[in-house]
């Protein structure tokens, strides 16, 4: 495939809402750093860097995969394929070097994780979202994504306290690749998934926009840089599912009947402040880089309401969940699995693509029924 340039219109927001949304987020990012520490800021800052390149470069998940299903356009599915690539090509190496320092995102191949993947799937095309996209949509101001992402919250808390029953239906042990072969054999199958969506592709929709190969890259850095710094890869799901126990813990709720939410390393992230939780922290950041490039281009979050039936409203409540819910049997979304898991050499991650896919395939199909637009 080649790169070709992608010019996107602008809108010149006034030097002074310039200037206070960068010093906002400055300041932001050096108040965590002062408050907990310069490694929580750090992160922070990385967060905010995944959120202005996702909504800033226009990278994304869900929008992808709906592309190539409807019109045979894989060029952001490419953009995500070449991503994973220069991810690999550091964090493989960086995990043999320091194996007590750095983790990788390895989670074992189960019923419930097939399951939980295809559900995801199809979950995520209903509200054109998978989790840092509703992240993402939810801080540029989407009225959808803004009535899900508290839903994926739930959502993902109450698959995480039964996490343990899910898993114990079945599953292989943990199967990954390490090493520089490690690093061949990941890039052998990203290579052949890449020829695989060139066969498959419109001849109008061959060429890699120059905008996507920019967000690849960028993004890639910050994944590495995320893994050097938290000593864990890139993810979502975790850090959402907390949000919502930190709540229901708040409002008296007794979370001892979950072994996940009773294991030694969440007690302690229920102790302490969320500004302490890595996954946490990038999932603001996430959410404030997207504000702020939404603010940049318009002056404001002003999206109008879609014009949706209650029932599409009900419908998005259940999806969001439904987001939630199945991520974490899944092990993760788009970045946690799918990204990070492929990446950091799990075999878990390569399942999770391909159950997630047939997923949104239906869902696609599944967007008109709900009425949430009109039939294909």
Known sequence: MTIVTETQPTAAAPAWRRSGLILAALAAVAATALLVGGRYGLLLATGLGFGIVLEGLRFGF??????????RDPRGMWAQLLSIALVTCAALPLLAA??????GAQAPVGFAMVAGAFVFGAAMQVVLGCGSGTLVNAGSGNPVSLVALPFFAIGSFAGSYHLVWWTGLGALPILRLS??????LTLLGLCAAAGLLWKLAAPEH?????????????LAALAVFNLIVAGQPWGVVYGLGLWAA???S????????SAFWTAPASIDRLNHSL??????LTNIGIILGAFLVASWRSGGLAQKLPALPWQAWTVTVVAGFLLGYSSRLAFGCNVGAFFSGI???SLHGWVWFAAAFAGAVYGVKLRPLLKLEARQ
């Open 246 to 248: 930190k709540a229901a």
């Open 206 to 218: 061959r060429s890699l926009p120059r905008r996507l190969a920019l967000a690849a890259v960028l």
């Open 179 to 184: 090493g520089w072969q490690g690093v061949a």
């Open 98 to 103: 320091n194996p007590g320092e750095l983790s």
């Open 62 to 71: 869900a929008g992808p995969w709906r592309a190539m299903i409807l019109r």
């Open 250 to 257: 708040a409002a008296g709720a007794d979370l001892t009947g």
């Open 343 to 345: 990446s950091t050499g």
């Open 275 to 280: 500004l302490t939780d890595y996954t946490s």
